[in-house]
C-alpha cells in the first residue's frame, strides 16, 4: 500500500495515520489472564501512544528534537519483544475449562498486535504480516480490531475495507499534492463521514478503556486527530509550545519509572500548567 508513494516522509506519515486509526484496538493487548500483566502490556500501549505523538509532531511542528522518535521505538520494542516470545503458548498460559474464552482473548491480543506492528510501520516505512498470520488466509494485517456477535463477520469486513480505503485516499492526496503532510497531519484520519461513523461503533468501548488507563488528555487528543485541526482544545499556533515540549521530554521521563505513572504523568503534560515546576518531572511520581 505505501509502494505508491515514492519518498520516506510521505509514506510515514501515511503508515501515522493507519496507526493512529488503528489504535484503538491495542487497548485489548492485555486480554487474557495469561500472566504477562500489565508490566507488558502498559508499556506496550505507552510507547505506542508516544511514538505516535512524536511522529505527528514532527509532521506538524518545527523544533522535536532528531532522536525522539528513534528512543520511542527502542523503547516500545522492548516489552514487544516478550510478548511476541510469549504468544506461540498464549494457549498454555491460559488454559481454563472454556476453549470459547481462550480462542477471543487470543483473537483479541492478536488483533491488538497487529494494530502495534502498523506503529512499528512508522519506523519501518512498510507494514508487515505478523508471523502467526502467515498462514492464515482468512486473517489481513489490518485486522486490528476483535469482533464478535452476530454481525461480526461483516462488521470486521467493512472495518478492514475503511482502514483500506483511508490508506488510499492518503496516498493519493500526497501523490497528487492536494495537500502538504503538516496539512495532512491536521486533516481528519477518514475520508468521509460514513467511515468515521463505522470507527465511532466498533471502538466506542475501547474510547473510555483509554480515557481510563492512559488518561483523558491522551484519549482527547486523539479523539481530535479523527475530526483533524484543533490540538487540545485550541489551535495550532496555540499548542505549539504545549506539543513540542511534550514531544522532546527526555528518555528518562518516559522509562525510569513504572507505566501507570509515566501514563499519568504524560497526561498531564497534555492539560496542566507549563509554568508548574512537577510539569515534564522525571521524578515525581504524578504532577
Not at 528534537?65 to 504468544?87: I, V
Not at 463505522?198 to 475530526?227: C, P, V
Not at 501514563?263 to 503534560?269: K, L, Q
Amino acid at each position: 500500500m505505501l509502494a505508491s508513494i515514492s519518498d520516506d516522509a510521505s509514506k510515514r506519515l501515511v503508515a501515522l495515520r493507519a496507526a493512529m486509526r488503528a489504535f484503538p484496538g491495542i487497548a485489548r493487548i492485555g486480554d487474557g489472564p495469561w500472566g504477562l500483566g500489565r508490566e507488558i502490556e502498559l508499556p506496550i500501549r505507552l510507547h505506542s501512544i508516544r511514538a505516535i505523538f512524536v511522529t505527528w509532531s514532527e509532521f506538524v511542528f518545527d523544533g522535536v528534537r532528531n532522536d525522539a522518535r528513534r528512543e520511542a521505538f527502542e523503547a516500545l520494542a522492548t516489552p514487544l519483544a516478550k510478548l511476541d516470545e510469549a504468544l506461540p503458548d498464549f494457549y498454555q498460559r491460559n488454559i481454563i475449562s472454556s476453549d470459547y474464552a481462550v480462542a477471543a482473548w487470543q483473537d483479541a491480543t492478536e488483533a491488538a498486535r497487529r494494530g502495534v506492528s502498523l506503529v512499528e510501520a512508522i519506523a519501518a516505512l512498510e507494514f508487515r504480516h505478523l508471523a502467526f498470520d502467515r498462514d492464515r488466509s482468512y486473517r489481513d494485517l489490518l485486522d486490528t480490531l476483535s469482533i464478535y456477535g452476530p454481525t461480526g463477520r461483516d462488521d470486521m469486513a467493512r472495518w478492514r475495507a475503511a482502514q483500506r480505503v483511508a490508506i488510499a485516499a492518503d496516498c493519493a492526496v500526497l501523490r497528487e499534492g492536494e495537500m502538504t503532510r503538516s496539512e495532512l497531519a491536521l486533516a481528519p484520519l477518514w475520508p468521509d463521514a460514513t467511515t468515521a461513523a463505522l470507527e465511532t461503533n466498533l471502538t466506542m468501548s475501547l474510547s473510555f478503556k483509554y480515557a481510563q488507563d492512559l488518561g483523558h488528555g491522551i484519549e482527547k487528543w486523539l479523539r481530535e486527530r479523527k475530526d483533524g485541526s484543533l490540538i487540545l482544545g485550541m489551535g495550532v499556533e496555540q499548542a505549539r509550545e504545549r506539543v513540542v515540549r511534550t514531544a522532546n521530554l527526555a528518555c528518562s521521563f518516559w522509562e525510569t519509572r513504572p507505566a501507570t505513572d509515566a501514563c499519568h504523568a504524560f497526561d498531564y503534560c497534555l492539560h496542566g500548567d507549563l509554568q508548574n515546576p512537577t510539569w515534564g518531572s522525571e521524578t515525581s511520581r504524578r504532577p
